[in-house]
């Protein structure tokens, strides 16, 4: 594993230590935002910062959702989930979002973070004039639960509603690619049990608490499971995506850390190859590897021609 890789993953599970702290604002290393603290929607969490990259002609963009479980974190954990400076230089413009928390009174809880982020990308396709955005062109990055929301978004069907009076959701849902870290794929709890038997997240998504509980409710929740899940939502149609781990596989065997293990990539991987999406893995040891981090992959992706 080369240095770069094992230090992009080692940020990314430091910051899962500190996840549900306060932030104290962006890293040192972020320049500031281009405009900050932008309303998408009436929740006081619904707010995104943006980062405008110079260019005469319109210009791809990265769409950042932080992690924490879908209960914590923030925007500004930015640096954890991409290189801002990076794909600036690169012609490409960079937006993070918060979200409401499965706190929220949606049914299941998890609606919450994954509609408001699917509202925050179509409100950025809405500004694609003013802010010289490539609406064509936005590729979304995370970690763990906001790892989850990106590969929701790029399988998930596209929402926009060309016959609603709100501008904004006539815009489409739909990514370019998606680059993640420490991804669950899976919100089933029966395929996180067959690939890691020590699994225990994701019952909090559904307002179900427990894992056993989650397991045990299952059958009861499986429209839910279809509908939020992401390795459920994959069709041949979708774009490509990178997952990044910081543990080798062991499928069928207990995980030291379960919630992040590359177990989730491996199989979302082989049902991505079976649809003919694209989809790169990387963890410790894997050959070959083409991109080193989430920025690479999306630099390379979005300046596509």
Same mark, same amino acid.
């Given at each position: 594993m080369k240095p770069a890789i094992l230090l992009f993953i080692l940020l990314f599970f430091t910051e899962q230590v500190h996840a549900q702290k306060k932030s104290g604002g962006y890293?040192?290393?972020?320049?500031k935002p281009t405009i900050s603290e932008i309303a998408y929607g009436k929740h006081d969490r619904n707010v995104l910062d943006f980062w405008k990259a110079e260019s005469d002609s319109p210009t791809p963009v990265a769409f950042v959702i932080h992690g924490g479980g879908w209960k914590g974190g923030s925007k500004e954990r930015l640096d954890r989930f991409a290189d801002t400076n990076a794909l600036l230089e690169a012609g490409i413009s960079v937006v993070a979002i918060n979200y409401r928390y499965v706190t929220s009174t949606e049914e299941p809880p998890v609606k919450a973070p994954l509609h408001d982020a699917a509202r925050a990308l179509q409100f950025v396709r809405s500004k694609a004039k003013a802010w010289n955005l490539d609406k064509k062109r936005i590729g979304a990055a995370g970690g763990s639960a906001g790892a989850c929301s990106s590969l929701w978004l790029a399988f998930h069907d596209d929402l926009a509603d060309p016959k609603s009076k709100d501008p904004v959701a006539k815009e489409s849902s739909r990514l370019t690619c998606a680059a993640v870290i420490g991804a669950q794929t899976t919100l089933d709890p029966q395929q996180m049990k067959e690939w890691t038997p020590n699994s225990r997240y994701g019952g909090h998504a559904f307002g179900l608490g427990s894992f056993?509980?989650? /397991?045990?409710?299952?059958?009861?929740? /499986?429209?839910?499971?279809?509908?939020?899940?992401?390795?459920? /939502?994959v069709t041949k149609d979708d774009p490509p995506v990178y997952l990044i781990y910081r543990t080798p596989p062991a499928i069928g065997k207990e995980q030291k850390d379960p919630t992040h293990t590359s177990n989730f990539g491996v199989k979302l991987q082989d049902h991505c190859k079976s649809q003919g999406v694209d989809c790169e893995l990387v963890y410790p040891g894997i050959p070959n590897v083409k991109y080193e981090n989430p920025t690479a992959f999306l630099i390379s992706q979005l300046k596509r021609k």
């Open positions: 890293d040192p290393t972020v320049p056993g509980n989650f /397991l045990k409710q299952r059958e009861k929740i /499986l429209p839910w499971i279809g509908e939020y899940s992401p390795y459920a /939502l």
